[in-house]
């Protein structure tokens, strides 16, 4: 029986292997089975080991299982298959669903089904929807308010400017008119009413930086002994860094202790040949003053052109360090003050007031006034010993100064000063009254005491400089001019001297009417050296 099922399992399995004949058949060793055969081979000797019977049941077992495990399987299958059709279904309706408040953009599964969604907060009486649009109209209508509010402001400024350039127009063209209908030269009137429309128009720009720039003025209640006020610290920090005029003007918004100037304290600004040089020499000597390196640095004018925006930067540092001396002024502690004296600056006040008061807002101004046709005779004198281009080359003495009086008035520049800077920060002195002996103290006095200075130092008298007899080495002879002329000249300047008289006056420099009648003294002088008549001979000094 094995023997048979083995050769059957086997033929099944493996071609049927023929043995050798022969002696080659004992010697051969049996044909290797394949492992089917192998393992059928032992299924049939277990099942001939236990017997018939006991083969048939255990095959009847497995053929009843195979349905069940069919069954299962079936089963199992269907399951996965139903679970994965639900689960595609639940993510497309999450796709659907509205994001939860916060961004998360995805349902909340775990959320109670009796629960109901949460509402939108609530903020003030509107919804978190509502607000962002809300506050952005309230935003849109505050920045059109404000830009309301400052188009009303510019306007307010730019209608304040045009009527100040309008009247400085006005008052101009009537000087001007005044000395052209006198001297018979109408070319100076366009000239004059030009020059003051350009100063009138710049005086609303200056007056908002003005108020924009607020001085840091002095605090007793930060005082320290040893210790720097804020503002000589904000100095020191300019010349460390970089010495410019805008760091200069920045610093002086700090606060500063009592006794401390701020830099630089004032300038001399005119006129030429009004006795500033004496005047110079008497404040240096002060022991409330740093010397200055020269008198007439002529920086705004020569280095900037009348424009203080356009000064280069290594000329700023120069005039700072070198010219003005910081240094020198901050080891000082401030308690000493610092000034310059270029008498150019004064006379061109329609192209540099403006700019030097947004340059130097608290700067203090001294300015020295001459009767007119004194002053320029005595101009005209310098430039010809110092053989300058002046009026003589083109025309007598007479025409000279019939051209070139109305040109050179006071009232104009003054006037742009006074559109500049406030009243309180200017100081008109009168040379007649300045150089005489019997008045000459008390007008040194009222500088300084003008400038902050102990007005009892350091003298009480002009020391004579820049003279033209020094120069000569003898007393001129004078300019010769024939009666009928002067008294005409006198014509031109008078409406000039007038308006200045009427100045200082009205801004407190002194007394208008004193004023007036110190020049009209001179003119008398002069004509009462005059030979007689008309065409009497007259020198001018």
């Not at 304040?160 to 209908?181: L, P, R, S, T, W």
């Not at 001459?370 to 007598?396: A, Q, T, W």
């Amino acid at each position: 029986m094995l023997a048979r099922q083995l050769s059957l399992t086997d033929g099944l399995a493996t071609p049927r292997y023929r043995r050798p004949a022969g002696a080659a058949a004992a010697q051969a060793p049996a044909p290797p089975l394949s492992r089917a055969a192998s393992l059928a081979a032992a299924v049939t000797i277990t099942a001939t080991a236990v017997g018939p019977k006991d083969a048939r049941r255990a095959a009847q077992r497995a053929s009843r299982k195979l349905p069940l495990i069919a069954f299962v399987a079936g089963a199992l299958l269907l399951l996965l298959v139903l679970l994965g059709s639900s689960r595609w279904r639940l993510g497309a309706a999450s796709d659907q669903q509205p994001a939860w408040p916060g961004g998360e953009g995805s349902v909340r599964r775990h959320r109670k089904l009796d629960q109901p969604p949460p509402q939108p907060a609530v903020v003030q009486g509107m919804s978190l929807d509502v607000a962002p649009i809300v506050q952005q109209q309230a935003e849109e209508q505050g920045a059109q308010q404000a830009e309301e509010q400052g188009a009303q402001q510019a306007q307010q400024v730019e209608e304040q400017g045009v009527h100040q350039a309008q009247q400085a127009e006005q008052q101009g063209a009537q000087q001007d008119e005044q000395a052209a209908g006198t001297a018979g030269d109408g070319s100076s009137a366009g000239e004059g009413a030009a020059a003051a429309t350009a100063a009138a128009t710049a005086a609303a720009t200056t007056a908002v930086a003005a108020e924009e720039w607020a001085e840091g003025g002095v605090d007793d209640s930060i005082w320290k002994e040893g210790v720097p006020s804020p503002y000589q610290a904000a100095l020191q920090r300019c010349m460390e860094l970089e010495p410019t005029l805008a760091c200069l003007k920045e610093a002086a918004q700090q606060k500063r202790y009592r006794g401390q100037f701020l830099f630089p304290h004032f300038f001399i600004v005119g006129w030429q040949k009004c006795a500033t040089t004496s005047l110079f020499h008497n404040l240096k000597d002060h022991p409330g003053i740093v010397i200055p390196v020269e008198k007439e640095p002529e920086y705004f004018s020569d280095d900037c052109g009348y424009d203080p925006a356009a000064c280069p930067p290594d000329s700023q540092r120069e005039y700072i360090q070198e010219t003005l001396f910081l240094p020198r002024v901050l080891r000082n502690g401030l308690y000493r003050a610092m000034f310059e004296g270029s008498t150019h600056y004064g006379r061109e006040g329609a192209k540099l007031a403006h700019g030097l008061r947004q340059t130097f807002p608290w700067l203090k101004l001294v300015a020295s006034l001459r009767e007119p046709i004194s002053r320029f005779l005595s101009m005209l004198g310098h430039n010809v010993d110092k053989d300058n281009y002046n009026c003589l080359v083109k025309h007598d003495l007479f025409d000279c100064l019939l051209k070139e009086l109305p040109l050179n008035n006071y009232t104009s520049p003054v006037a742009t000063w006074l559109d500049a800077f406030p009243p309180q920060q200017l100081k008109l002195v009168q040379y007649e009254s300045l150089t005489s002996p019997e008045r000459e103290a008390e007008n040194l006095r009222a500088v300084k005491s003008f400038l902050g200075l102990n007005p009892d130092e350091p003298r009480s008298q002009l020391p004579q400089s820049n003279t033209r007899a020094a120069r000569l080495g003898q007393e001129p002879e004078g300019w010769k001019l024939l009666r009928w002329q002067y008294e005409r000249l006198v014509e031109v300047v008078r409406p000039d001297a007038a308006s200045i008289a009427s100045l200082v006056q009205q801004h407190g420099w002194g007394d208008g009417a004193q004023w007036l009648a110190n020049w009209e003294a001179v003119w008398q002088a002069n004509l009462d050296g005059c030979g007689p008549g008309p065409e009497g001979e007259c020198l001018i000094s």
